[in-house]
């Protein structure tokens, strides 16, 4: 069973910066292409951004582009997704999820969440403002 562990959210002011990180075990976490999702109050679940099992590809929601960072460590088997100039509109539950396919597909593929297989319990992220 892949467990997926979120952590680094917290409260945090407006223009300032955040990582979340992503975990697991028991797994061959490398060959996963793993993603960030997010979910603000009474909204629908959103995708954020997803990443190619190498780390070499990489593709962002326009609300988050140029703002957030998605990368991977798979010798630690974590994935991160750096934020800045965080504004209150990023005020969610960030959720990853992991699809244990490796074929890329493409963005709108990737964007969709009934496309993985694993999902965490998720991290917190408010921005004050």
């Known amino acids: 069973q892949v467990q997926l562990v979120e952590s680094g959210g917290g409260l945090v002011q407006a223009g300032g910066s955040l990582r979340l990180s992503c975990a697991t075990s028991?797994?061959?976490?490398?060959?996963?292409?793993v993603a960030w999702f997010r979910q603000a109050p009474g909204k629908d679940r959103e995708f954020v951004a997803v990443i190619s099992s190498s780390g070499g590809r990489t593709y962002y929601a326009d609300s988050v582009k140029g703002r957030f960072t998605i990368s991977r460590d798979n010798a630690k088997n974590t994935v991160y997704l750096q934020m800045s100039s965080l504004n209150s509109e990023d005020t969610a539950v960030y959720y990853c999820a992991a699809d244990r396919s490796s074929a890329w597909y493409g963005p709108s593929v990737r964007s969709r969440g009934s496309e993985y297989d694993y999902w965490g319990r998720g991290t917190q992220v408010t921005v004050s403002s």
């Open positions: 028991g797994t061959i976490f490398s060959s996963y292409i």
